[in-house]
C-alpha cells in the first residue's frame, strides 16, 4: 500500500493514502480492524459505510491531488471518523433523485451518525468532513439497520438538509 499510518495509539489512529478505487477497500479494512481491536465491533458497518462514502467524494470531487488522511478517534463516549483532503471546496448535502445512482452519501452518513460536519482550513490548504458513532460500554449498541429497513435510510431521497447545532459545522477534528 502507498499510504501510511500516520499515527496510531490506543485511541487515535490516523492513515494517509491516495484515495483511489482500490485504496478505499484497504481502508475500509484498516478501520474494521482498528475497530475490531478497540472491541468497538457494533460500530465496524456504520463506520466502514461513512468512511467509504466521504472517500468516493474525495475521488470524485477532488482535483488531482487526491491524497487525504482518514482519522479515527476514540474517546469514552464516542468515535468520530474524519477524512482530510487538499480540495478546500466544502460537500454539499443534496436531495437525490429516487433514480439516482449517486447524490447519497452526506445523507446516508446523517442517517447512520450522531452528528456530523465539516470545515475548511484556515489557510484554504483543505477540508475535513467529520461525523461521530456512539459508543456505549458494557451494552449492546443500537446502530442504524443498514439493510435498508430504517426509515431515515429508505427516505434518503427526500432528505433535507441535516440541521447541525451552533458550531458543530466546527465539529471535533482539529
Given at each position: 500500500?502507498?499510504?501510511?499510518?500516520?499515527?496510531?495509539?490506543?485511541?487515535?489512529?490516523?492513515v494517509?493514502?491516495?484515495a483511489?478505487?482500490s485504496?478505499?477497500g484497504q481502508v475500509?479494512?484498516i478501520v474494521t480492524?482498528?475497530?475490531h481491536?478497540?472491541?468497538?465491533?457494533?460500530?465496524i458497518?456504520?463506520?466502514?459505510l461513512?468512511v467509504?462514502?466521504?472517500l468516493t467524494n474525495?475521488?470524485?470531487?477532488?482535483g488531482p491531488d487526491?491524497h487525504?488522511?482518514?482519522?479515527l478517534?476514540?474517546?469514552r463516549?464516542?468515535?468520530?471518523?474524519?477524512?482530510?483532503?487538499?480540495d478546500p471546496?466544502l460537500?454539499?448535502?443534496?436531495?437525490?433523485?429516487?433514480?439516482a445512482?449517486n447524490?447519497?452519501g452526506l445523507?446516508?452518513?446523517?442517517?447512520?451518525?450522531d452528528?456530523?460536519g465539516m470545515?475548511?482550513?484556515?489557510?484554504g490548504?483543505?477540508k475535513v468532513?467529520w461525523?461521530?458513532l456512539p459508543?456505549?460500554?458494557?451494552?449492546p449498541?443500537?446502530c442504524?439497520?443498514?439493510?435498508?429497513?430504517t426509515?431515515a435510510?429508505?427516505a434518503l431521497?427526500?432528505?433535507?438538509p441535516m440541521?447541525l447545532?451552533?458550531g458543530?459545522d466546527?465539529g471535533p477534528?482539529?
Open positions: 500500500m502507498t499510504g501510511r499510518a500516520a499515527a496510531r495509539s490506543r485511541t487515535h489512529c490516523a494517509e493514502f491516495n483511489l478505487p485504496r478505499i475500509r479494512r480492524a482498528q475497530l481491536h478497540w472491541r468497538l465491533d457494533p460500530l458497518d456504520a463506520a466502514a461513512g467509504t462514502e466521504l474525495v475521488h470524485r470531487h477532488t487526491k487525504c488522511t482518514v482519522e478517534v476514540y474517546l463516549d464516542r468515535l468520530t471518523v474524519s477524512v482530510r483532503d487538499h471546496r460537500p454539499r448535502l443534496r436531495a437525490a433523485q429516487s433514480t445512482t447524490g447519497r445523507a446516508l452518513i446523517a442517517a447512520v451518525s452528528s456530523w470545515r475548511a482550513q484556515h489557510d490548504s483543505g468532513v461525523f461521530t459508543v456505549v460500554l458494557g451494552t449498541l443500537q442504524a439497520d443498514l439493510t435498508g429497513k426509515p435510510l429508505t431521497t427526500a432528505a433535507a440541521p447545532a451552533p458543530d466546527e477534528p482539529a
